[in-house]
């Protein structure tokens, strides 16, 4: 990847460490079917409506995060859960999400039928932050904290080995035709290396 820094690579790491910190602090949910969501300490189940989620690989204790593999939001108000479940459902109508895995399942030779994708997807875990604001306001925010939490994670990966993913044969990543995907390790076809956070102080307010 033809790519400059230009932003401070020691902020970037504290930055992209403080996220990962933030988000083993939360709380984290699966994907029980039906459009629910469920702490996975405490079962309770997701109700927040507006927000921002990422996508969490764990470690093997399903406890704490090893990496995020994406990041999104919802365009419409009160439509997190919906949009949520239309990534880790047997939706017919895809999402970008589900098409890029889909791709690298079929370019693994595996099979890649809606439960095979969603099978991978609900194998992750989920962090929301939530932006409790129906305003244009509240869609502006929501917007550019995902744009920031993506610029932080994939400027990370870029200058940082520790943020990408393992130069493993098993890992879907390795399948990817989009060369960023692949070195960066986010499940995105766009949005990466735009201005990340430039202080941990601004993350740490983001998450409850």
């Known amino acids: 990847m033809e790519i400059q820094p230009i932003y401070n690579p020691e902020d970037i790491y504290k930055c992209a460490k403080k996220i990962l910190q933030c988000c083993n602090d939360s709380k984290v949910y699966k994907f029980t079917g039906k459009g629910k969501f469920e702490d996975i300490k405490n079962h309770e189940l ?3 409506e507006n927000g921002v989620y990422l996508f969490l690989q764990m470690n093997e204790d399903d406890r704490t995060a090893k990496r995020i ?9 009160n439509r997190l859960i919906k949009r949520l479940s239309l990534h880790c459902g047997n939706s017919i109508k895809g999402t970008v999400f589900r098409e890029l895995v889909r791709d690298c399942l079929i370019k693994k030779g595996e099979k890649s039928n809606p439960e095979s994708i969603s099978e991978y997807i609900n194998g992750l875990r989920i962090v929301v932050i939530p932006v409790n604001d129906e305003s244009n306001k509240g869609i502006e925010k929501r917007l550019r904290i995902e744009e920031q939490l993506i610029a932080t994670l994939s400027w990370a990966a870029f200058l940082f080995s520790e943020f990408r993913p393992e130069k493993d ?5 390795t399948f990817a035709e989009n060369e960023q995907i692949k070195k960066i390790g986010l499940w995105l076809s766009d949005g990466m290396f735009c201005t990340p956070f430039k202080s941990e102080k601004e993350i740490e307010t983001l998450f409850p």
Request: proline share 0%; charged share 25%.
């Open 69 to 77: 593999v994406r990041v999104g939001t919802h365009n419409k108000n």
């Open 46 to 48: 997701l109700n927040i």
């Open 169 to 173: 044969e098993t890992d879907l990543f």
